[in-house]
């Protein structure tokens, strides 16, 4: 079945350091991906998604291109701010069927930020 | 625009008990889903209504159930619970005005401990 593999954290920068949280994916046909960010007591809230190869998804300086080659959606930022300390989430939805209705999440990365 | 809400955000109960979860969706929004979120397992998808029908569900015991309204609204019950049971439940809409993906919206969470 569709799964989806991301790296495991936590993973800790400095402020103003570069940010890769690898992604890859295993699906059928032509699924949409997203990354998702969760805060602290908060629920998963849409960082950015991308619907089709090649496409890039980009949000509050995050981003994220779709990869049917190497069936990757990394997520990256170039410089981190203590504000984006969370939990990410890379996430895949199916384009077959009732599929759509569910998203397959990874097991989430840990991002702390330091001052 | 209010957002998902969920009620009660928190919840206490002992294993044999059973439990109901409310998820008032995005005005408008016909699509409600549901996922479970824990440490050992992440999240994992629970099931999808849609216009009160279920359209798509995960892999989980018949204690699991759900319902949802005329007016969208959904709710989830959990019969004789179980320890592992003890999870944040997560409600998502979406308007699922097309057959491709919609995007999810996720309301803060319930989180459901069971002793």
């Known amino acids: 079945g569709d799964s989806v593999t991301q790296m495991e954290g936590p993973v800790t920068l400095s402020e103003e350091a570069f940010l890769t949280i690898n992604c890859t994916y295993t699906?059928?046909?032509?699924?949409?991906l997203f990354w998702y960010v969760q805060y602290p007591g908060e629920g998963l809230q849409l960082l950015l998604k991308a619907t089709k190869a090649d496409d890039k998804g980009s949000n509050k300086g995050f981003e994220a291109t779709y990869r049917k080659e190497t069936t990757s959606f990394h997520l990256e930022k170039g410089s981190v701010q203590v504000s984006d300390s969370a939990v990410y989430f890379c996430a895949l939805s199916g384009d077959y069927g009732g599929s759509q209705g569910n998203l397959i999440f990874g097991k989430g990365t840990k991002l702390s930020v330091k001052p | 625009k209010a957002g998902v809400t969920q009620t009660p955000r928190y919840l206490i109960k002992t294993r044999g008990q059973q439990v109901t979860l409310s998820c008032s969706p995005i005005?408008?929004?016909?699509?409600v889903s549901w996922y479970q979120q824990t440490p050992g397992q992440g999240l994992q998808f629970l099931f999808e209504?849609?216009?009160?029908?279920?359209?798509n569900k995960g892999n989980f015991p018949g204690r699991f159930s759900g319902r949802q309204f005329s007016n969208s609204r959904s709710e989830m019950n959990v019969s004789t619970l179980e320890l592992g049971d003890s999870a944040l439940y997560l409600c998502?809409?979406?308007?699922?005005?097309?057959?491709?993906?919609?995007?999810?919206?996720f309301g803060p969470g319930t989180r459901l401990t069971v002793l």
């Open positions: 699906a059928t046909g032509y699924p949409s």
């Open positions: 998502a809409s979406s308007l699922k005005v097309t057959n491709f993906y919609n995007e999810q919206f």
């Open positions: 005005s408008g929004h016909r699509s």
């Open positions: 209504y849609f216009s009160e029908t279920q359209r």
